[in-house]
């Protein structure tokens, strides 16, 4: 006897249920497991009546022996009309090519957490990738066929490598290694990876790992810089002791902190425009302010936080302007990026900007400027005196948004505190005229810091409440405050057309 149920449309199983998760728990097996189930088109038999009792529980009219979905019935308490229901949210693809690095081995936990995801991963590695990882680990944990050779006829009678490049919803490149990213930048196409990369039309999403010095090395740095020009989007690296055992910028990106990106990527495809028709100016990294032509005072901003909120407001559809200190972060796609230096551009580049019906207030601004740079370079004295520099406060960017007389509808500041998080945010909020504080610690209580991090943690303060986010990928982050703006702004508009609808009438009346 067959052990296996064919014909059930799984996808739909798996949105009734409530997700891959879901149907993982309730069949106690990992998502490689869906993974196959999905490739088969069916489960295995004795799924059949957990299923089924899951998807009735639910509220599903389900046919006993395919568990096809015949309808859902009305729910405890619900009210809605029977339905017809069928799956109309196909699982998303992505491609993941695996480049010769050390870090390889971490693509393959990337597959896997994809695939948590609702993501069907299909894998590419290159020559020097096989030096590190087996195909067959990867083909083990995606359920899918790894590809290697470009002149498989086996591969090209199949699959082809247009059709491989084509059938993607989105590229991944974790490790980009140095030599991979330099074959990319030039346009070359001499192995399955570099064609795929050529052929796709689908959003690219790079992790680059390497030695530090391979990093920071101007070839690199120009690769780097050609291919966020083109559009392709980039995660890490992030800083910290190295598998060579150097320390630096070099380190691959955390896999939660790619696939987060990746699903950034993913969702600006799918996720609702429901910001569509609203500004929004966000402010990020840090500002520079100059003491002489060669000497500056900075901080460690590195621009992450306020550039994934640009990011994830622009994915929801919202037209973004991003103001930027100088940060070593590729524009996020869809914003249009102004780039700038000293906090009183920063205010300028806001302020022409406006109007605006959100802005965001990410970037780490200097408090003070030397008064008077100097335009030439400073010289020693001689007589061992240093020369004495005079601080002036900066223009408020925060209070000046807050109070401006094109005042955006809703306008969010950050506050990073060294102590008392949320006695110190609420005083910033009263102080400043903000309506939101997303308030963070500098230093975190293992040490670390938060800035240059990809995680973070953090409270929205907003009047009286106060929510606490647990420590999670700066993506993420971002994603659940523009969650919060979102229904804010949705009910705000409501509330507007409210107003148009009373008074309208009142007017009407008269
Ligand atoms: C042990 C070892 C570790 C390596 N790690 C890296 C790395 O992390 N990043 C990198 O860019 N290159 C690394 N390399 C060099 C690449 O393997 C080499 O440039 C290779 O040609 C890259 O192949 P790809 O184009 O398939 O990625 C390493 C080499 C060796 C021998």
């Not at 640009?310 to 780039?339: C, D, H, W």
Request: glycine share 8%; net charge negative; hydrophobic share 45%.
């Amino acid at each position: 006897m067959n052990e296996y149920m064919k014909n059930c449309d799984l996808a739909a199983i798996i949105t009734a249920l409530g997700g891959r998760q879901a149907l993982q728990d309730l069949l106690d097996v990992g998502p490689s497991a869906i993974s196959n189930y999905l490739a088969r088109g069916e489960l295995p038999q004795r799924a059949h009546a957990p299923v089924c009792e899951a998807l009735r529980l639910r509220g599903y009219q389900v046919h006993p022996g395919s568990l096809e979905i015949l309808g859902q019935t009305q729910l405890a308490g619900g009210t809605g009309p029977t339905t017809n229901f069928r799956s109309d949210r196909p699982a998303q693809r992505v491609l993941l090519i695996v480049g010769g690095g050390i870090a390889a081995y971490k693509a393959l936990e990337v597959a896997r957490r994809l695939q948590d995801h609702n993501v069907e991963v299909t894998g590419v590695m290159t020559t020097g990738a096989q030096q590190f990882i087996t195909p067959l680990s990867l083909a083990a944990l995606t359920a899918s066929q790894v590809y290697t050779d470009l002149f498989s006829l086996t591969d090209e009678a199949e699959m082809g490598h247009i059709r491989l490049a084509r059938e993607a919803d989105l590229v991944i490149v974790a490790p980009a290694t140095a030599n991979l990213m330099a074959r990319a930048a030039n346009g070359l196409a001499d192995d399955l990876a570099t064609t795929i990369l050529l052929a796709t039309t689908a959003p690219v999403l790079m992790a680059p790992a390497m030695n530090p010095a391979m990093w920071q090395h101007p070839a690199t740095a120009e690769n780097v810089a050609r291919l966020a020009n083109r559009g392709i989007q980039f995660v890490g690296p992030t800083a910290g002791d190295m598998a060579c055992g150097e320390d630096g910028v070099g380190r691959l990106a955390e896999p939660a902190a790619i696939v987060q990106a990746a699903l950034n990527c993913l969702s600006a495809d799918s996720q609702p425009d429901d910001l569509s028709g609203l500004h929004a100016i966000v402010t990020s990294g840090p500002t520079v302010e100059p003491i002489d032509s060669v000497r500056f005072i900075a901080n460690r901003s590195s621009g992450k936080q306020g550039h994934a909120i640009a990011s994830a407001l622009a994915a929801r559809g919202a037209e973004v302007t991003l103001v930027s200190g100088p940060v070593s972060l590729p524009a996020p796609a869809n914003v249009r990026l102004v780039q700038v230096e000293s906090a009183t551009e920063m205010l300028a580049a806001c302020e022409a900007a406006l109007p605006a019906d959100i802005a965001v207030c990410a970037a780490a601004v200097a408090d003070w400027r030397v008064e008077n740079a100097s335009s030439g370079k400073l010289k020693k004295t001689g007589n061992g005196q240093p020369p004495s520099l005079t601080l002036v406060e900066n223009p408020d960017i925060l209070n000046s948004l807050s109070t401006h007389q094109l005042r955006p509808d809703l306008v969010i500041g950050f506050a990073a505190e060294a102590s008392d998080l949320q006695d110190n945010a609420r005083a910033k909020l009263a102080r400043k005229g903000c309506d939101w504080i997303v308030a963070n610690a500098v230093t975190r209580s293992d040490g670390s810091s938060v800035f240059n991090s990809d995680m973070n943690s953090a409270s929205l303060i907003t009047g009286e409440t106060a929510i606490d986010w647990p420590m999670m990928t700066k993506a993420e982050l971002a994603v659940r405050l523009v969650n919060h703006i979102t229904d804010h702004m949705a009910d705000r508009l409501q509330a507007a057309t409210l107003r148009d609808l009373v008074s309208q009438s009142a007017s009407n009346r008269t």
